[in-house]
Nanobody
Framework: RVQLVESGGGSVQAGGSLRLSCTVSVEIGDETCMAWFRQVPGPEREAVAKIYGGVGSGTYYADSVKGRFTISQNNAKNTIYLQMNSLKPEDTAVYYC?????????????????????WGQGTQVTVSS
C-alpha cells in the first residue's frame, strides 16, 4: 500500500516561510505526478503545485502562489518538498501531498485532481497577520 507522509506544517507570521516535506513509501516513477493541494473548510481541494518527471516534464503552480512557492523532488529520498515564502494569511489551510501514478504531463500540469490515487494525511499551515 502506498503511503504519503507529510511534515513541516506549523504557524508563522505573514511574510514568513515554511517548507513542507512529503515522503512516499515507494519509488516515485517518472510518470508519477506529485502534487500539493490545500483545503480550507469546504468540499474542494485546490491544487497548489505539481511536478512531473516523465515526457513533457515540468511544474505547475496556482496563480495565487506563483513566485512565492516552489515544488521540488528528491528521487533518491522518495520525497517532494514545497518551499513556501512570503506567506499570506490567505495561505492558511490544510496542505495535502498527493500522487497520481502512470499519468500524462498534460493531465498533471493543470488545475484539479485528475488521476490522483493517493493522499497524505494533511498538515496544517496557519499564517497570522
Amino acid at each position: 500500500r502506498v503511503q504519503l507522509v507529510e511534515s513541516g506544517g506549523g504557524s508563522v507570521q505573514a511574510g514568513g516561510s515554511l517548507r513542507l516535506s512529503c515522503t512516499v513509501s515507494v519509488e516515485i516513477g517518472d510518470e508519477t505526478c506529485m502534487a500539493w493541494f490545500r483545503q480550507v473548510p469546504g468540499p474542494e481541494r485546490e491544487a497548489v503545485a505539481k511536478i512531473y518527471g516523465g515526457v513533457g516534464s515540468g511544474t505547475y503552480y496556482a496563480d495565487s502562489v506563483k513566485g512565492r512557492f516552489t515544488i521540488s523532488q528528491n528521487n533518491a529520498k522518495n520525497t517532494i518538498y514545497l518551499q513556501m515564502n512570503s506567506l499570506k494569511p490567505e495561505d492558511t489551510a490544510v496542505y495535502y501531498c498527493a500522487a497520481a501514478p502512470r499519468t500524462l504531463s498534460s493531465r498533471c500540469l493543470a488545475p484539479g485532481v485528475a488521476d490522483v490515487e493517493f493522499w497524505g494525511q494533511g498538515t496544517q499551515v496557519t499564517v497570522s497577520s
